[in-house]
């Protein structure tokens, strides 16, 4: 299988590398996240050549992560605002940011300390149950076949 099928697989990790699965797409991210919005902040930030970022940018309007926004009319320039689909991988990116904070940090400590806005403490994200409430690892979770690979398997058989 190529890379650029990937988003063909019957699985939600599969098809969504397929739009994020790449360094430079989530350090996109990670900056709208972090309040960029134009491409030249975004090309001066990551020190990414203006093709590659084009393309990455590109990519996430069309997969509907990021919109474009006229910011200027004459001539023509947009600003990237993430979509309700693109702020719903703030999750992923916190998630990322703890692994790297407690595996890839060093003595020095976390470059990044995020602080809830709520309490105004600075906190540690954490995945939890949506039903009970109680934290989950991947010792307190079983997969089991869901209903799109159920539906998949069942139009096979007939």
């Not at 019957?10 to 134009?38: H, K, M, N, Q, Y």
């Not at 997969?63 to 023509?76: C, D, F, I, M, T």
Request: overall charge positive; proline content about 4%; hydrophobic content about 35%.
């Amino acid at each position: 299988m190529r890379w650029n099928e990937i988003q063909d697989i019957p699985c939600s990790i599969a098809r969504t590398l397929s739009v994020i699965g790449d360094r430079w797409t989530l350090l996109v991210i990670r900056e709208a996240f972090l309040g960029v919005r134009r491409f030249e902040q975004f090309q001066k930030r990551l020190q990414i050549t203006r093709h590659r970022l084009s393309d990455r940018l590109n990519k996430l309007v069309e997969s509907g992560v990021l919109r474009k926004a006229l910011y200027q009319g004459s001539p023509a320039r947009y600003e990237y605002r993430l979509t309700r689909k693109g702020m719903d991988l703030y999750p992923v990116i916190l998630a990322m940011a703890g692994w790297g904070d407690k595996y890839m940090a060093g003595d020095a400590g976390p470059p990044v300390e995020y602080v809830h806005l709520g309490c105004g403490k600075k906190m540690t994200a954490t995945l939890t149950c949506s039903e009970c409430g109680e934290p989950v690892d991947a010792k307190s979770v079983k997969p089991m076949l869901g209903s799109g690979l159920r539906a998949l398997t069942k139009s096979a058989d007939e």
